[in-house]
């Protein structure tokens, strides 16, 4: 049995596309290693976003040049976004991979590994550009469509926990984005088609979904004269058996309807968890980024959500060091992260996308030291606002979804082999650890010498997305359970188990 091994950088998409990549090979029959060790073929899916992420795995691509001539008959293939962007690019820059591979084309990555294999020549598929090509919408909708992915349980981090990617692509067309071109047009999936996945998961023994989107509450799904909504979809979804929790990311501001509010609020499985990136705080900025809202609309919806979900825990993404972004202007976005109180903040530095609308009309003019400590100070404030946030929550009891053993007794082979020197980890993971304070550590060693025998170190989840670190027995994990919280920090809250 030829045997793979998969690299992901990126952010909760491409976690989800490489589940789905695995699924593919699995079914075509060959078997998933968790390092490059005894590998016959890597596959590395990338990240285009920042230029920084692609840079990484280019150089993380020379590395594995030496790898592939010690081993003859191994293959190499790049997907992702990075793979749909470059193109045979990608083949010019490093002329030892095998296969290039778009998002929307995960479907074929079996075939296509195949027939590199057989014939030896190099396989690319990838997406319509849908710039060049104005003729035929749908042509180009296709070549991005996955229509029926594949779910094994064992592709998944754990059993009790998945993603469904509920549409695909993005007609937002921020200035600075990459994603409308690399991803493909905007498409909802039929609501018919979600159901059935979501069933297959519950089947296997899954108990919480988050449902993705680029724009996940643009959702719409037009059938005869009826059209789904995402709020109609919840109420779906909350009538699948087995299914205890949903929350969909990312939502874009403007299409945060009253109706789907409402739904987050009254449907039992819907989580008050709303990650709904803001990206700047000043209306001049956010003209020239082409959002489609003024930040007093940013700010009434901020009302609007704690006034319909009291409980709401709402995350942002923000970019520092946009194009002509003046000291008055990042010091707007502070003003935002003071007054929306969000639980946390993606900070990213803005990096030149070649070919979107920003590269082509502005001039990237902040100078990176500048960037840097805006992202300093920004991150600085929001840490602030998470640790009170995360106050409010001492003595409280919280029910959990036990996810297993903390990060640090759980350290797999596969992060110790990364390609990259630095990997680039999923958003939550990074802030989580990016940003712990030394005090934590103490803390969290105080917990694991006060444990009883037979337990160890684990992690959950409140509904609202936050991490709670308790003692407790390993077979716990997937389970919902009550503890009771007794010591917080900006981005855990350490609890005790409150037994029965
Ligand atoms: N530069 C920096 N950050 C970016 N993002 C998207 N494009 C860029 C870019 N060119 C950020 C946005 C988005 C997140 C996923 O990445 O904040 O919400
Ligand atoms: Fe990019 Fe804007 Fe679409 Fe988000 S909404 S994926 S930032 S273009």
Redesign the pocket.
């Known amino acids: 049995m030829k045997r793979f091994y998969i690299e992901t950088v990126g952010?909760q998409m491409n976690v989800l596309d490489s589940e789905l990549a695995a699924a593919e090979l699995i079914s075509a029959g060959w078997e998933r290693l968790d390092s490059r060790k005894g590998a016959d073929l890597v596959v590395f899916n990338t990240c285009s976003?920042?230029e920084h992420a692609e840079e990484k795995i280019y150089s993380a691509l020379g590395r594995l040049k030496t790898w592939k001539l010690e081993k003859p008959g191994s293959l190499i293939v790049v997907m992702g976004c990075m793979a749909q962007k470059d193109k045979d690019v990608v083949f010019q820059r490093a002329p030892f991979v095998d296969v290039v591979v778009g998002p929307g084309r995960i479907g074929d990555l079996a075939t296509l590994v195949a027939a590199a294999a057989s014939t030896g020549k190099q396989q690319l598929a990838v997406g319509i550009d849908r710039f060049q090509h104005k003729t035929d919408r749908s042509e180009v909708k296709e070549s991005f469509r996955l229509y029926d992915p594949i779910r094994l349980p064992q592709t998944r981090p754990h059993v009790f926990q998945a993603m469904v990617r509920i549409m695909f692509g993005c007609d937002k067309f921020c200035s600075?984005?990459?994603v409308p071109s690399v991803r493909g047009p905007e498409q909802s999936r039929s609501p018919k088609e979600i159901l059935d996945e979501i069933k297959t998961l519950a089947d296997q023994g899954c108990v919480e979904v988050t449902l993705l989107g680029q724009t996940v509450n643009s959702y719409r799904y037009r059938e005869g004269d009826k059209t789904t909504r995402l709020s109609d979809l919840l109420a779906m979804i909350d009538g699948v058996s087995g299914i205890r929790r949903v929350r969909f990311v990312?939502s874009y501001p403007t299409d945060m309807t009253d109706e789907l509010l409402q739904a987050v609020r009254d449907l039992p499985s819907a989580t008050p968890y709303l990650h709904v990136?803001a990206?700047h705080g000043a209306n001049s900025v956010l003209k020239r980024m082409r959002r489609r809202y003024t930040v007093e609309e940013y700010r009434d919806l901020v009302d609007r959500i704690y006034s319909t979900v009291p409980d709401a825990a709402i995350t942002s993404?923000?970019?520092v060091g946009f194009s002509g972004e003046t000291e008055e202007e990042f010091q707007q976005t502070i003003d935002l992260v003071r007054y929306a109180r969000f639980k946390n903040s993606?900070i990213?530095?803005?990096?030149?996308?070649p070919g979107n609308e920003a590269s082509r009309i502005y001039e990237d003019d902040v100078p990176e030291a500048v960037k840097k400590r805006r992202n300093n100070e920004l991150l600085a404030v929001q840490n602030e606002i998470s640790a009170e946030l995360n106050r409010s929550f001492l003595g409280r009891e919280v029910e959990i979804l036990v996810e297993g053993p903390s990060k640090r007794e759980a350290k797999s082979v596969a992060q110790e082999e990364s390609l990259y020197a630095e990997n680039e980890q999923p958003i939550e993971t990074s802030v989580e650890t990016s940003s712990a304070p030394s005090n934590l550590t103490s803390l969290s060693d105080l917990i694991a010498t006060a444990a009883p025998s037979g337990t160890v170190q684990l992690t959950g989840r409140t509904p609202c997305d936050r991490i709670v670190v308790f003692n407790g027995l390993p077979e716990l994990a997937g389970t919902f359970q009550r503890v009771k919280i007794v010591e917080t920090a900006p981005f855990t809250l350490f609890g005790k188990i409150i037994t029965k």
Do not use: A, E, G, T
């Open positions: 952010c976003v920042r600075y984005c990459v990312s990136p990206q993404d923000f970019i993606f990213f530095k803005y990096s030149v996308r």
